[in-house]
């Protein structure tokens, strides 16, 4: 593999995906799916992709169709695997979340926003760090809204709605886009 190993999750959303054995377009990235169980409970893994046939395709199309992350062979501005049959018909990913809009606190319950994205390791899946603002809604521009990044180290445990983090680790978070 020859790319870069750490991700945002933004940065994949609305990736193409091209195979490379006959060019041929699996359809976008709509969705990364995370095993919040793996990772030795540091956050976990992003396992799976989603892919839809355009960004816009969840409101008019199918089910998603599902690739494991292992099956990426290099990044750039497409996505590009060996072939068709990366597409997975026997995966359910209703084990898993995307993380987005979990709500984050600390350990004697203060909220400290939702979860906006995530950066992770592009070889491993596991997690490096969260990004959260006060709302968990990616689509609102990173020019607009306040977020942080705390590092995985930083979560004390998770669950399908909720991460909790140590008290305090929202002073040592790397505060990223300013509100304008």
Same mark, same amino acid.
């Given at each position: 593999?020859?790319?870069?190993?750490?991700?945002?999750?933004?940065?994949?959303?609305?990736?193409?995906?091209?195979?490379?054995?006959?060019?041929?377009?699996?359809?976008?990235?709509?969705?990364?799916?995370?095993?919040?169980?793996?990772?030795? /409970? $540091? =956050?976990?893994?992003? *396992?799976?992709?989603?892919?839809? &046939?355009?960004?816009?395709? @969840?409101?008019? %199309?199918?089910?998603?169709?599902?690739?494991?992350?292992?099956?990426?062979?290099?990044?750039?501005?497409?996505?590009?695997?060996?072939?068709?049959?990366?597409?997975?018909?026997?995966?359910?990913?209703?084990?898993?979340?995307?993380?987005?809009?979990?709500?984050?606190?600390?350990?004697? /319950? $203060? =909220?400290?926003?939702? *979860?906006?994205?995530?950066?992770? &390791?592009?070889?491993?899946? @596991?997690?490096? %760090?969260?990004?959260?603002?006060?709302?968990?809604?990616?689509?609102?521009?990173?020019?607009?809204?306040?977020?942080?990044?705390?590092?995985?180290?930083?979560?004390?445990?998770?669950?399908?709605?909720?991460?909790?983090?140590?008290?305090?680790?929202?002073?040592?978070?790397?505060?990223?886009?300013?509100?304008?």
């Amino acid at each position: 593999m020859s790319f870069e190993q750490s991700r945002l999750r933004s940065d994949m959303i609305g990736t193409q995906v091209i195979t490379r054995s006959t060019g041929r377009r699996l359809g976008v990235v709509s969705q990364l799916w995370v095993d919040i169980d793996r990772g030795g /409970g $540091e =956050g976990g893994e992003v *396992v799976a992709l989603g892919l839809r &046939d355009n960004i816009l395709s @969840k409101v008019v %199309s199918g089910p998603e169709q599902i690739m494991l992350l292992s099956s990426i062979r290099q990044i750039g501005d497409v996505i590009l695997v060996d072939d068709d049959s990366v597409i997975e018909d026997d995966i359910s990913v209703g084990n898993y979340t995307n993380l987005v809009k979990s709500e984050v606190i600390t350990e004697s /319950g $203060e =909220g400290l926003g939702r *979860v906006r994205g995530f950066k992770f &390791d592009v070889v491993s899946g @596991k997690l490096q %760090s969260i990004v959260i603002a006060a709302m968990g809604l990616p689509q609102i521009p990173d020019q607009v809204i306040s977020s942080y990044e705390l590092p995985v180290e930083e979560i004390v445990s998770t669950g399908p709605d909720r991460i909790i983090v140590f008290e305090g680790s929202e002073e040592s978070s790397n505060k990223s886009a300013l509100v304008y």
